[in-house]
């Protein structure tokens, strides 16, 4: 593999939120996904390195915050075509929702999955990674509290699930030094929300991802198999920032 597009989707439901898509928009990236021949690998796989690998281009496919539509929508989907895929739990908020303090107010909030559907997940192959016990802003706190954070976290899944998780992702994919420095000493692999494609040489504890806001409909999706995929995510990426300017 030269290049690997994870994927970051939140909620499944039929809703025009940001942070959703609808089951049969998901439907369709899976069976798109399916169609292309492409590699979906599982997110712990890009915890080691993969250049000598002699397979094309991959994707890997991942979900922010652990809302309780992926059990019920996603994860059956993904079954059917055999792809892995990794869920990201704010642990404090298990079995309740996503109303954490900070939560913006255009945010739905949605029920999240509890300790045995995130069990009944791990069973069938998901990987259950952390997403913090209770979702703040890692760049505003002190570095003792990030590391309580993400131990807070760990302790819980592997106290719940039978063993500690090995990947991690920032919430809201905001990271700094600190931050990335304490998960490198806790987690395998670490995902952000940079937009652009992983590549062998990432650092581990700061690996991108593909917001698929961007690609919600089918024909935009399919745009991620295209040559010039790359100078698309990088012109986003440009937009972004431009944006957060003013």
């Given at each position: 593999?030269?290049?690997?597009?994870?994927?970051?989707?939140?909620?499944?439901?039929?809703t025009?939120?940001?942070?959703?898509?609808?089951?049969n928009?998901f439907?369709?990236?899976?069976?798109?996904?399916?169609?292309?021949g492409?590699?979906?690998?599982?997110?712990?796989?890009l915890?080691?390195?993969?250049?000598?690998?002699?397979?094309?281009?991959?994707?890997?496919?991942?979900?922010?915050?652990?809302?309780?539509?992926?059990?019920?929508?996603?994860?059956?989907?993904?079954?059917?075509?055999?792809?892995?895929?990794?869920?990201?739990v704010?642990?404090?908020?298990?079995?309740?929702?996503n109303?954490?303090?900070?939560?913006?107010?255009?945010?739905?909030?949605?029920?999240?999955?509890?300790?045995?559907?995130?069990?009944s997940?791990?069973?069938?192959?998901?990987?259950?990674?952390?997403?913090?016990?209770?979702?703040?802003?890692?760049?505003?706190?002190?570095?003792?509290?990030?590391?309580?954070?993400?131990?807070?976290?760990?302790?819980?899944?592997?106290?719940?699930?039978?063993?500690p998780?090995?990947l991690?992702?920032?919430?809201?994919?905001?990271?700094d030094?600190?931050?990335r420095?304490?998960?490198?000493?806790?987690?395998?692999?670490?995902?952000?929300?940079?937009?652009?494609?992983?590549?062998?040489?990432?650092?581990r504890?700061?690996?991108?991802?593909?917001?698929?806001?961007?690609?919600r409909?089918?024909?935009?999706?399919?745009?991620?198999?295209?040559?010039?995929?790359?100078?698309?995510?990088?012109?986003?990426?440009?937009?972004?920032?431009?944006?957060?300017?003013?």
């Amino acid at each position: 593999m030269k290049r690997v597009a994870v994927l970051t989707y939140h909620m499944i439901e039929d809703t025009r939120s940001p942070l959703a898509i609808s089951p049969n928009e998901f439907r369709g990236h899976v069976e798109a996904l399916a169609a292309s021949g492409a590699p979906v690998v599982a997110p712990s796989r890009l915890a080691e390195r993969f250049a000598a690998d002699s397979a094309p281009d991959a994707f890997a496919i991942t979900f922010d915050d652990g809302f309780a539509s992926v059990a019920e929508f996603a994860a059956p989907i993904l079954r059917e075509h055999g792809f892995p895929f990794a869920v990201f739990v704010v642990t404090s908020r298990a079995g309740r929702d996503n109303d954490w303090p900070g939560q913006p107010p255009w945010v739905p909030r949605r029920p999240l999955l509890g300790w045995d559907a995130m069990g009944s997940l791990a069973a069938a192959g998901g990987e259950i990674g952390s997403h913090t016990a209770s979702h703040p802003d890692l760049t505003r706190l002190a570095p003792n509290a990030v590391i309580e954070e993400m131990e807070r976290s760990r302790r819980d899944i592997a106290e719940r699930l039978g063993q500690p998780p090995a990947l991690f992702a920032y919430p809201g994919g905001l990271s700094d030094p600190a931050s990335r420095a304490a998960a490198g000493t806790l987690f395998a692999a670490s995902f952000g929300t940079r937009h652009a494609r992983m590549r062998d040489g990432d650092d581990r504890a700061g690996i991108p991802r593909v917001e698929i806001c961007y690609f919600r409909e089918v024909r935009e999706f399919r745009r991620l198999f295209s040559p010039g995929i790359d100078a698309r995510l990088a012109a986003r990426r440009l937009l972004r920032k431009a944006r957060r300017l003013f």
